[in-house]
């Protein structure tokens, strides 16, 4: 029978411990290192704030039509992010009453006989 040494095998606990100190040094040394890219200006709390007013005053604003200057992006990544609100168009639909639940009644028993 011919037996297999696989490339682990001549690895052993105390061989292993140096490089494992290793890799936690230097990924923790990059965990708290922080960002090393550019700084998000556009979503600095002056900008938060001037989309956040625009959003109140009108709930129904476009982003691409968005009149702050800002870009589509940025004014969604504001909303999104900053102001945990979906970004896309609101609309308003009719306040469901209780007198529509006949003619709903209807229509969902018509759908269902015609299949």
């Keep these: 029978m011919l037996i297999q040494r696989t490339p682990f095998a001549n690895i052993t606990i105390s061989s292993s411990i140096p490089w494992v100190k290793t890799v936690v040094e230097r990924t923790s040394l990059n965990l708290n290192k922080g960002r090393s890219g550019r700084k998000s200006t556009e979503r600095a709390p002056e900008n ?68």
């Design 48 to 115: 938060v704030e001037i989309v956040h007013q625009a959003l109140l005053a009108i709930p129904d604003i476009s982003s691409r039509k968005n009149g702050l200057g800002k870009s589509k992006s940025t004014f969604n990544r504001i909303v999104k992010l900053e102001l945990k609100k979906d970004p896309h168009k609101v609309h308003e639909r009719h306040k469901l009453l209780y007198t529509d639940l006949p003619r709903r009644l209807n229509f969902a028993q018509w759908f269902l006989q015609k299949k």
